[in-house]
């Protein structure tokens, strides 16, 4: 039989397979191997392992594979080798850019080392990760990367009988789950009010999200300032106003407006996100306040456009392509069977001075 009746007659079974609603509606590994001439087991190899046939086989077979567009299954491997070269990564939003370094550099790592990632969107509700977290362990990939270290107590105790590895990311914990990579959101609260002191501001205000690690650098930075004396006498908290997250423009510009309502003396703003400082910015602007010399501003994450403001944007910098990276090795390495010494990295952060500080 030529080539092309060959085809269309592998084309023809494919047909009738999908109109009797059988399961096996797409192209097989069967029929590649019809289709290349040889035996199911020789297309397999083939397929697994091309050093096992011959030159003109492999030719053959991949060939056939062209022509049908068949995938090989994956799962069947899987459960023979009980690898996956799969690695689940959640994130609470995919509509900012605050993680996406984290995961460009999380998926070329492991893409490096034959691992290619599935991405989840948790929101920044745990009953919504809960539900994500049942079908990424029901699937079983090689890894699970986590944002942040608030789990419900039924999500913990199911990552940890899964037996999967698993790196919470951007926090820090001395009893993670299984291995974490991140900081102190802590630290860089007090951090930036003791930034803002040396600079000069004596009124300090803050801006964050409602989320856990937001409200918790928004309290430390709250209870330095108060420390160091930059709040009004008997007040037990800095002016500070709360938007939803994920922040937006928007969010900064109201926030500011509601700021100064309550505040209208603020030398300074320390805001949870830099879209959330540039929506301060524009408001600034737009109602004539002068930045730095009115009003301090400063962000975090150090976003690409932060530069490129006028005045450019003080920010606390996440080294978001460190936490990708030392998540990816980590899983690699436990995958593979090997122990990781130091489960726990804090890869800290830093203060970009610019000029709207």
Same mark, same amino acid.
């Given at each position: ?13 494919v047909t009738?397979?999908?109109?009797g609603?059988?399961?096996t509606?797409g ?9 290349a001439?040889?035996?199911p087991?020789?297309a397999?190899?083939a ?18 594979v ?6 090989p299954?994956?799962l069947?491997?899987a ?5 996956s070269?799969?690695v ?5 939003t ?7 370094e984290t995961?460009e550099s999380?998926?070329d790592?492991l ?5 290619q ?13 809960d539900a ?5 362990i ?9 944002t942040?270290i608030?789990?419900?107590?039924q999500?913990?105790r ?16 001395p ?12 630290? $860089? %609260?007090?951090?930036? #009010?003791?930034?803002?002191? &040396?600079?000069g501001?004596?009124?300090?205000g *803050?801006?964050?999200?409602n +989320? ?9 930075f ?14 037990t908290e ?5 938007v ?8 900064g510009?109201?926030?500011l407006?509601?700021?100064l309502a ?7 703003v ?14 600034a ?9 009115q009003?301090?501003?400063i962000?975090l994450?150090?976003?690409?456009f ?10 606390v910098r996440?080294?978001?392509?460190? $936490? %990708?990276?030392?998540? #990816?090795?980590?899983?690699i &390495? ?6 990781? *010494?130091?489960?726990?990295? +804090? ?6 001075e610019?000029?709207?500080?």
């Open positions: 039989m030529e080539k092309e009746t060959l085809l269309d007659a592998v084309v023809a079974d009738a397979r999908r109109k609603g059988r399961k509606g192209f097989t590994l069967r029929d590649v191997a019809k289709l001439g040889v035996a087991i020789t397999s190899r397929l697994n392992t091309p050093d096992a046939v011959s030159a003109k086989v492999l030719q053959k077979v991949q060939a056939a062209q022509q049908t567009g068949y995938v299954n994956l069947a491997g459960l023979a080798s009980q690898k070269r799969l689940a990564a959640v994130v609470p995919l509509s900012g850019p605050m993680f996406l995961v999380l998926t790592t893409a490096g080392a034959g691992y990632v599935m991405l989840g969107q948790s929101g920044y509700e745990n009953s919504r990760e994500l977290l049942d079908a990424i029901g699937r079983r990939p090689d890894g699970i990367v986590l942040g608030n789990r419900s107590a999500a913990r199911r990552l940890l009988a899964s037996g999967i590895p698993v790196v919470e990311t951007w926090d820090l914990t009893t993670p789950v299984d291995m974490l990579v991140g900081f102190s959101h802590e630290k $860089i %609260g007090a951090a930036v #009010a003791q930034y803002l002191h &040396a600079a501001r004596r009124r300090v *803050a801006i964050c999200a +989320d856990d690690r937001s409200r918790r650098r928004a309290n430390a709250s209870q330095e300032a108060i420390r160091l004396g930059m709040a009004m006498a008997q007040e800095i002016p500070s106003c709360e939803a997250a994920p922040t937006t423009l928007g969010n510009r109201s926030g407006r509601a700021l309550r505040a209208p003396d603020i030398d300074a320390f805001c949870s996100s830099d879209l959330l400082a540039l929506g301060v910015m524009i408001e602007q737009a109602s004539g306040i002068s930045i730095p010399k009003l301090a501003v962000g994450g150090d976003l690409s932060s530069l490129d403001l006028q005045p450019p944007l003080t920010t996440i080294d978001g392509t460190a $936490i %990708g990276s030392t998540a #990816a090795r980590f899983i &390495a436990r995958s593979e069977g090997k122990n990781v *010494a130091e489960p726990i990295c +804090d890869i800290g952060f830093s203060i970009i610019r000029a709207s500080v």
